[in-house]
């Protein structure tokens, strides 16, 4: 009888975790910078942490400073096994410029942290092929994680152009940015 009570206790209180709010996904930001495409990455520092603890170290940093060189080296590793963009079967060589904590607020779920990742992309040129994508941080991991993908357009307009979760990436996301004058 005790067990059927323990268990029953267990399955009650174990329900509300069930009721708690996911963290948001991962978004990614496409821009035309000049000849090469410019990419934001961010995600929370929660989810990564579950994917990648040797980068627990990105809990304690203060917001809106760049990481340290050798943190920012070891998230630009973990990201390089996990974010290609291909044309036409080419990679193209991506270098991360920038990357940051940076503090945040939901209304569900309160203060929490986003790695925020900046990304150079050279070797698009036209944007008349589409991208393809492979993107599967965090998600290889937390598999409720979602990435949104946007194109942010000259005038600051976003305009969402992919949402895909973890078996959605599995063969890479085409993405076409809109065509030179469409915006």
């Known amino acids: 009888m005790r067990s059927n009570l323990l268990a029953l206790a267990v399955f009650i209180c174990g329900t509300g975790a069930v009721l708690a709010h996911a963290l948001p996904g991962s978004v990614l930001l496409l821009r035309q910078q000049g000849s090469a495409l410019q990419l934001t990455v961010q995600f929370p520092v929660d989810d990564l942490i579950i994917a990648a603890p040797e980068l627990s170290a990105l809990e304690g940093l203060p917001s809106g400073q760049p990481l340290p060189q050798e943190l920012a080296a070891a998230l630009a590793r973990y990201l390089g096994r996990h974010l290609a963009v291909t044309k036409e079967t080419s990679p193209l060589d991506l270098t991360m410029t920038d990357a940051r904590v940076q503090s945040t607020y939901h209304d569900h779920l309160g203060d929490f942290a986003l790695v925020v990742s900046q990304w150079q992309m050279t070797g698009a040129g036209d944007r008349s092929t589409p991208l393809i994508l492979t993107y599967d941080a965090v998600m290889h991991e937390v598999r ?12 600051g307009e976003s305009r969402q152009i992919s949402e895909f979760g973890y078996f959605g990436a599995a063969n890479g996301i085409p993405l076409q940015p809109p065509a030179v004058g469409s915006e």
Request: hydrophobic content about 40%; cysteine-free; aromatic content about 8%.
């Open 144 to 155: 409720n994680h979602r990435a949104a993908v946007h194109w942010i357009e000259q005038n």
